[in-house]
């Protein structure tokens, strides 16, 4: 069965610094997504990409993240100056195109800032 | 326009049934149901969309009240592998613009 990959699993980075997360979606899907969730706690969504921009944003996602999707295959998640708060479970997310189809999360990036 | 989850955790014997309830404030275009064990990745289970349609999934089914806003997950004869947290994910809009906002879960524990 296809998957969503992610990369890295784990990632400790200090307060201050850039980190990316990379994801690779489902290839012939259309939808995008980054959630995030601090431990325990309900799944927030942060961003959705189609046809190579952000469809949507949350209030979560300000001016310290971007999204690309460079080369048609991955699609990452930048943090420019990372926080405490920052600290998270990052899930990245695909959808296929139709009214009826759910979404395939990839298994995580655990984002520890210290 | 967070969905409002209830119970927030259920516990469970092996066989007996559970419902888990999902509304919302907003008119929906569809609602998802995900399960999430610990440490995993959310599972999705079902989606919904405006009609007030029931699914089924093996012993595990919904319905949706589009009316009211409301859904509701039905987990009938228990297993063991049912114990996780059920998260319902709620759309105001089709396509580019369907972004499901989450609920905050319900935990839920079947013991032997």
């Known amino acids: 069965e296809p998957e969503v990959t992610q990369t890295p699993s784990h990632q400790v980075t200090q307060m201050g610094q850039e980190v990316i997360l990379r994801c690779v979606p489902i290839?012939?899907?259309?939808?995008f997504y980054w959630y995030r969730q601090i431990l325990g706690q309900k799944v927030e969504f942060l961003v959705s990409?189609?046809?190579?921009?952000?469809?949507?944003k949350s209030e979560i996602f300000d001016d310290q993240f971007s999204v690309e999707r460079p080369d048609g295959s991955n699609f990452t998640l930048k943090i420019r100056s990372t926080k405490l708060e920052d600290s998270a479970m990052y899930f990245c997310?695909?959808?296929?195109?139709?009214?009826?189809?759910?979404?395939?999360f990839g298994s995580g990036t655990r984002l520890t800032v210290v | 326009q967070q969905p409002v989850q209830s119970p927030q955790a259920v516990i469970l014997r092996e066989g007996e049934d559970a419902v888990i309830n999902c509304s919302s404030s907003?008119?929906?275009?569809?609602v998802h149901w995900y399960r999430q064990k610990h440490g995993e990745a959310p599972v999705f289970l079902m989606i919904?969309?405006?009609?007030?349609e029931q699914k089924g999934h093996e012993k595990i089914s919904a319905s949706f009240n589009e009316k009211k806003q409301q859904s509701s997950l039905y987990l009938t004869a228990s297993q063991l592998s049912y114990s996780g947290t059920y998260f319902c994910g709620t759309a105001n809009y089709g396509g580019s613009q369907g972004n499901l906002i989450f609920g905050k879960g319900t935990k839920l524990s079947v013991k032997p």
């Open positions: 290839s012939n899907h259309l939808y």
């Open positions: 919904l969309l405006k009609g007030g």
């Open positions: 990409f189609y046809n190579n921009e952000i469809s949507e």
């Open positions: 907003k008119a929906l275009y569809s």
């Open positions: 997310a695909s959808r296929g195109q139709g009214p009826g189809k759910g979404y395939t």
